[in-house]
């Protein structure tokens, strides 16, 4: 009996050397300041500190997918990166890059990390300076504390802040999108999303019960400050994206598009891209929740 007791003990000896090391110490996160909340936290594996993909992914505006053992992250820009588990190699793929003719391809990149990405506890976890790299931040590791920071989005060359507005039947609710990389995608969508300019629609406005003819819905308010934000004010840059309430007898009017976008500032009409609409829609929906901060809620 002690014998086959010793060869249990001695057993288990040997199975835990070949776990995995992992710090026993709390690790926090933090993303430009903010502090992030996530279901597991970084741990140390082998001497490097490793972060949960998902959580600084979805903070900085991607989506995050599992498919055949890889971690897939679908930036905001449109990069595609698979982050095999168990695999230095990952891989970046732009599946609409346009070449000096205006042909449209697809680019593959190879990236090699110092180690492979790892699963603990069910969650995908990648070294953490390689997940700087492949999200274009700069992450560091202080005291205990994940540290990601991005370069600050500057508008006349003052750092920007970012708010949007969306109404209900009675009331709206007005809320911050925080995170410097964050600020410059939605910035870069609204003024690259203008199509041909159009006059003002017949009648819109931010009564979904009323609706007329050819109405146009109020979908947000984006105000840019560079001063502090102040939502009693107008911010430095001001942008209002209206949708089409479109039904059987009621098409949208020649010459417009279902959706359309105000550049307040100048007082112009745009049609707006459908497809950066969705961009836009779908990066507000995967954005982390401690990156957006509700300032003001009236609704209802």
Known sequence: M?????????????????????????IAITLDGVPLTTEIAP??????????????????????DWK???????????????????????TSTYPDGVDET????????????EQPAR???GRAMVPLRDMGLLMGANIDYVKGTVIITTVPYR??????????????TAGSSINQIKGNMNIGQMHYWLTEGKGVEVAAPVSYGCNVNLDPPNYYYLDKHYRFYTDGIDITKPGQENF??????????????????QFLLHDV?????????????????????????DMWENLSNTIL
């Open 240 to 257: 209002d994206v209206y949708t089409h309430t479109s039904y059987d007898g009621n098409p949208i009017p020649e010459g417009y598009s």
């Open 68 to 90: 055949d053992n890889s971690v897939i992250i679908y930036t905001a820009a449109g990069e595609m990166i698979t982050l095999p588990v168990g695999s230095k190699t990952v």
């Open 2 to 26: 002690k014998k086959v007791l010793l060869m249990i003990g001695t057993s288990l000896l040997l199975f835990a050397f070949a776990l995995p090391c992992y710090a026993a110490q709390k």
């Open 119 to 121: 699963t603990v506890n």
């Open 43 to 64: 741990v140390i594996i082998k001497g490097r500190t490793y972060v949960p993909a998902r959580v600084i992914a979805e903070n900085l505006g991607a989506s995050v």
């Open 155 to 168: 508008i006349n060359d003052k750092p920007a802040e970012l708010t949007y507005e969306w109404h209900m």
């Open 265 to 289: 500032d100048q007082d112009k009409w745009y049609q707006f891209d459908a497809e950066i609409y969705e961009k836009i829609d779908n990066f507000l929906l995967n954005l982390g929740d």
């Open 102 to 113: 205006g042909e449209t391809y697809t680019a593959v990149g190879t990236y090699t990390m």
